[in-house]
């Protein structure tokens, strides 16, 4: 599965929208992009995926650039209780294994 | 609520205990995973289970045994372990259909070894 890199943390401001980038430089065309959310002392929770189409539900927007080399997820509106670790993950729907790595904490600030 | 419930939510043990964690989905779905998460660091893949057999193995300390009954349950037995394999630990489970294999997770089981 390829390799993710996020930043290791972000603030964003209460009622304002998060940002959270994510680089998938080697991406393969049948990976997905997946992200997840853990709040602390919490399992992780799914929040949206996509191939190469933008995605929404009722969480987030995930937009995937054309090369799919990157891609953004979006809180539209934070809340306090989006204050977690936010997880980029790259890998095929066939496969296995979901390997995660150290995440970007997001901190929403009142 | 997501479907998946792990027991106990907190266990203590001593070195010489021998212990078990459950873990129980809900989703219909026919793999199942450990993962272990200590301070600080990034979650760890420990095993998974596709179809009830083991098909990933990620080099884990015997100590740690893994058990899939049936597709709904898994089990961690825990024995003779040492003070770092405190940690909390995570079981997942997922359903590979097309357009996706997402994995959802349990609140864990802090372990605390003494």
């Known amino acids: 599965d390829a390799k993710t890199t996020q930043p290791t943390s972000m603030d964003c401001a209460e009622g304002r929208a998060a940002n959270l980038p994510c680089n998938h430089s080697t991406i393969s065309g049948n990976e997905y992009v997946y992200w997840y959310r853990q709040i602390h002392s919490q399992g992780p929770q799914y929040i949206i995926h996509g191939l190469k189409n933008n995605e929404t539900n009722e969480m987030a927007s995930l937009i995937i650039t054309e090369d799919r080399k990157s891609s953004t997820l979006i809180l539209p509106h934070a809340t306090l209780r989006d204050t977690a670790v936010y997880y980029c993950i790259v890998r095929t729907h066939t496969g296995n294994q979901f390997y995660f790595g150290t995440g970007t904490s997001l901190t929403v600030i009142p | 609520e997501t479907g998946v419930t792990q027991t106990p939510r907190h266990l203590v043990m001593g070195m010489t205990n021998k212990k078990s964690l459950k873990c129980e989905q809900h989703?219909?779905?026919?793999?199942m995973y450990w993962y272990k998460q200590s301070a600080k660091k990034p979650l760890e893949l420990m095993f998974v289970y596709s179809l009830e057999e083991r098909v990933e193995n990620n080099s884990v300390p015997s100590r740690f045994s893994p058990e899939c009954p049936n597709s709904s349950h898994l089990f961690l037995h825990l024995h003779t372990l040492q003070p770092e394999d405190s940690a909390l630990y995570l079981c997942a489970s997922s359903q590979v259909v097309l357009g996706g294999n997402t994995i959802y997770f349990g609140e864990g089981s802090w372990l605390t070894v003494v």
């Open positions: 989703l219909g779905h026919n793999a």
